[in-house]
């Protein structure tokens, strides 16, 4: 894993294009602050949220989540142009679920739209929907996770919904990703700020 345990570092990571970090370094992390929330994501989380059973609390509601993870494992491909932020978090606000049950129909949900993939929406209200509610049934809170560990589970990817804006002063920059290397800061500016 690239990171210690949250046990250790109490730092969850969020990943942003390197064109936001200015404005999240300097006004933090609200979970609609990006243009590609609006654009991209707003309806695929309305819909994961419209099949949220009762027993989850009231307060969990994807759609206004700055989503996060616990941590990387040392081989993750990571986007490019990218910064890895280290966050603080309220771990009361915070919810735990299997990240893999959501991701396996986004492309389906994306592309329904297209006459030549129309024929998904039948995947989506079928194995689609199954997946969605194994999602909502299979997660729980961020401090039940920290007893139970249900993130060192196999093939289950813990994303942290992260339920409370994030202030300037709780993120840390800790990598920043090229195409062709990741470095943390240090190395970073050593590489690239220093006059030669």
């Given at each position: 894993?690239?990171?210690?345990d949250?046990?250790?570092?109490?730092?969850?990571?969020?990943?942003i294009?390197?064109?936001?970090?200015?404005?999240?370094?300097?006004?933090?992390?609200q979970?609609?602050?990006?243009l590609?929330?609006?654009?991209?994501?707003?309806e695929?989380?309305r819909?994961?949220?419209a099949?949220?059973?009762?027993?989850?609390p009231?307060?969990?509601?994807?759609s206004k989540a700055?989503?996060?993870s616990?941590?990387?494992?040392?081989?993750?491909?990571?986007?490019?142009?990218?910064?890895?932020l280290a966050?603080?978090?309220?771990?009361e606000?915070?919810?735990?679920?299997?990240?893999?049950?959501?991701?396996?129909i986004?492309?389906?949900f994306v592309?329904?739209n297209?006459q030549?993939?129309a024929?998904c929406?039948?995947?989506?209200?079928?194995?689609?929907?199954?997946?969605?509610?194994?999602?909502?049934?299979?997660?729980?809170?961020?401090?039940?996770?920290?007893?139970?560990?249900?993130?060192?589970?196999?093939?289950y990817?813990?994303?942290?919904l992260v339920?409370?804006?994030?202030?300037p002063e709780?993120?840390?920059?800790?990598?920043?990703?090229?195409d062709?290397?990741?470095?943390?800061?240090?190395?970073?500016?050593?590489?690239?700020?220093?006059?030669r």
């Amino acid at each position: 894993m690239i990171f210690k345990d949250y046990q250790q570092t109490e730092r969850v990571y969020h990943i942003i294009s390197i064109h936001d970090l200015e404005n999240t370094l300097h006004y933090g992390i609200q979970f609609d602050d990006k243009l590609s929330y609006h654009t991209r994501y707003y309806e695929f989380h309305r819909m994961i949220d419209a099949l949220k059973p009762e027993w989850v609390p009231s307060w969990v509601i994807r759609s206004k989540a700055v989503f996060a993870s616990l941590n990387y494992p040392d081989n993750h491909k990571f986007h490019s142009h990218t910064a890895i932020l280290a966050l603080k978090i309220n771990p009361e606000r915070c919810w735990i679920a299997n990240e893999n049950c959501a991701n396996q129909i986004y492309e389906p949900f994306v592309l329904q739209n297209l006459q030549e993939y129309a024929p998904c929406v039948h995947y989506l209200q079928t194995e689609g929907k199954e997946l969605l509610l194994q999602y909502w049934n299979t997660s729980h809170s961020f401090t039940e996770n920290l007893v139970y560990r249900y993130d060192k589970k196999e093939r289950y990817d813990a994303e942290v919904l992260v339920l409370h804006d994030i202030a300037p002063e709780d993120i840390e920059l800790k990598y920043i990703i090229s195409d062709h290397r990741m470095m943390d800061i240090d190395a970073w500016k050593a590489r690239f700020c220093c006059c030669r």
